[in-house]
């Protein structure tokens, strides 16, 4: 077992951060996804559900999974490099290509795993950069960017956002809070951008003449430093 620990559930330990970041975007998708493999027990499944927050969804889903055993981590990581996947989350591209080992493989197996481990963590940049070489928008940044969007959310959504109806209609059900669906809508947003989802860009998109908000709300985005 403990050579198995270094394989599939190391490597899903030392990812948790990153992929908390980029599957809270869609929580909700995730937990469906992830049930349907019966990855989860019903009691986790129904705790996972009844968590509000998407990052605390995701963490505790990650978490049992990883407490599931090594079989469930791998149906994780395989259900991770999907194509329905890999589409709803375009920043999990760096798990693509990377060999997911099966049960059987044995203890022979574990150098192997641990190289490609490593080989993969390589691949994560510590610091998420932008295409152009800025700084990828934060949470922090996207929070009190939501903070001055008002009941228009979904207009901006559609019009500045360019995020899909059904999108917002699907974040509307799934959060009760105002800020909680414009948080949401805004993390959308930047997962869709992948590596172009730079402070700037959302600066400028929210910036646009017919749903302009407050300079005073969203100019903070062009700050440096």
């Known amino acids: 077992m403990a050579e198995r620990l270094t394989g599939e559930i190391q490597l899903l330990r030392r990812l948790k951060p990153e992929l908390i970041n980029i599957l809270s975007a869609d929580a909700d998708f995730l937990l469906q996804h992830t049930d349907s493999r019966c990855l989860l027990s019903s009691l986790n499944y129904q705790q996972v559900k009844s968590l509000h927050v998407p990052s605390e969804k995701v963490r505790d889903l990650l978490d049992h999974v990883i407490q599931r055993g090594p079989e469930a981590a791998q149906g994780l990581l395989q259900l991770l490099q999907e194509n329905v996947m890999q589409d709803t989350f375009p920043m999990l591209d760096f798990l693509k290509g990377m ?5 059987s493989t044995g203890e022979k197996e574990a150098p192997r795993k641990r190289k490609e481990a490593s080989e993969l963590e390589e691949t994560i940049p510590s610091k ?12 922090k940044q996207l929070m009190i960017v939501a903070r001055g969007i008002g009941r228009s959310w979904r207009e901006i959504g559609r019009l500045a956002l360019d995020i ?3 999108k917002l209609e699907q974040i509307e ?11 949401a809508m805004l993390r959308y947003w930047r997962t ?6 730079s402070p700037a860009l959302l600066h400028s998109l929210l910036s646009a003449e017919d749903w302009a908000l407050p300079p005073e709300s969203i100019d903070f985005l062009l700050e440096t430093g």
């Open 192 to 197: 869709r951008q992948k590596e172009n989802a």
């Open 164 to 166: 899909p109806a059904v």
């Open 173 to 183: 059900e799934d959060h009760s809070l105002h800020m909680e669906r414009v948080f």
């Open 128 to 139: 998420q950069i932008c295409k152009n070489g800025s700084r990828l928008v934060t949470e």
């Open 99 to 103: 060999q997911v080992s099966t049960p």
